[in-house]
């Protein structure tokens, strides 16, 4: 289930996701790119990079991912219990004043950012109660850890956001340039800093997220060849391969082969493997 902070963090933290399941069953899940950064509690369960390889990586209970080039998938086995708190684009360095760069195309445990208030808040999440409460819990944790401090990048970062989500992805540096007065390069270092990916990759994954809401809602007379000009791709081919680079399969198995967990978090389905009984809240 998808929960919305309080009005406080909703600048910092677009909602928080609660994930269970009861099975027993292997569960193989895709992550990619929705141009935000996130934080991972898990209370059941491990996640793992990979079931066959000898340099399997098992991931902290707690910790914090950042941008991502391409997707990602993780392994679960057994009963699970998952909180994931989803930041706005800019929310990690505006909510904590850490620079997204330091955990692009990684991750870093939360232990490292929180020190002993972390073992603390996971051990209030761990405890049994309702959704309610543990979204107070989370809440009032990150209300805490808000940098007092206003950013200077603030000013250029939020309207230069709105900006490209207005023109869904359709961007070139050059555009951003004459839009806020500020150089290229000026306005590379901004987004590196406070997003993890520099304006043109985050402009490309916003026009992704535009065809992907498209193809959610759309009629039984649309196809995904009308989607695809309607979010601006030159032709199917080149969504396609746009759509296979970022998520790895294309757009009729995303809708026919996956169960999305989240927009960008889906479980997928194989021959080999049943599908389990993850679930939202």
């Known amino acids: ?31 990619f790119s929705d141009g935000n950064t996130g934080m991972v509690l898990t209370f059941r369960g491990n996640f793992i990079s990979d079931t066959h390889n000898i340099n399997t990586l098992k991931y902290p209970n707690s910790f914090f991912y950042g941008q991502i080039s391409t997707f990602r998938d993780l392994y679960l086995a057994g009963k699970t219990s998952i909180i994931i708190v989803v930041f706005q ?100 270092r901004i987004f590196n800093e406070c997003i993890g990916l520099n304006p043109k990759k985050f402009g490309n994954i916003v026009k992704l997220h535009f065809f992907l809401n498209l193809l959610k809602y759309k009629s039984p007379q ?27 399969i294309t757009p009729t198995q995303y809708l026919n082969t996956t169960t999305r967990l989240a927009i960008n978090f889906m479980e997928i389905k194989s021959n080999e493997m049943p599908m389990s009984d993850l679930y939202n809240l």
Not at 233 to 245: G, N, P, R, T
């Open 1 to 31: 289930m998808q929960i919305a902070p309080i009005k406080e963090l909703s600048p910092y933290i677009k909602h928080y996701l609660f994930l269970e399941s009861e099975g027993t069953q292997s569960k193989k899940l895709r992550l």
């Open 89 to 188: 684009p800019y929310g990690f360095n505006h909510l904590l004043g850490i620079s997204a760069n330091e955990i692009r195309e990684g991750i870093i445990t939360t232990g490292d950012i929180f020190g002993s208030k972390d073992s603390l808040l996971y051990e209030k999440l761990s405890r049994p109660s309702c959704l309610e409460t543990k979204t107070q819990i989370l809440n009032t944790f990150f209300i805490e850890q808000a940098t007092k401090k206003t950013l200077s990048s603030q000013n250029i970062i939020h309207p230069t956001l709105n900006y490209i989500l207005k023109n869904k992805g359709a961007i070139t540096v050059d555009h951003l340039a004459k839009y806020t007065g500020y150089s290229e390069r000026h306005i590379e």
């Open 222 to 248: 649309s196809n995904i060849t009308d989607l695809c000009y309607e979010a601006g791709y030159a032709d199917q081919s080149h969504l396609i391969k746009e759509f296979k680079k970022h998520i790895g």
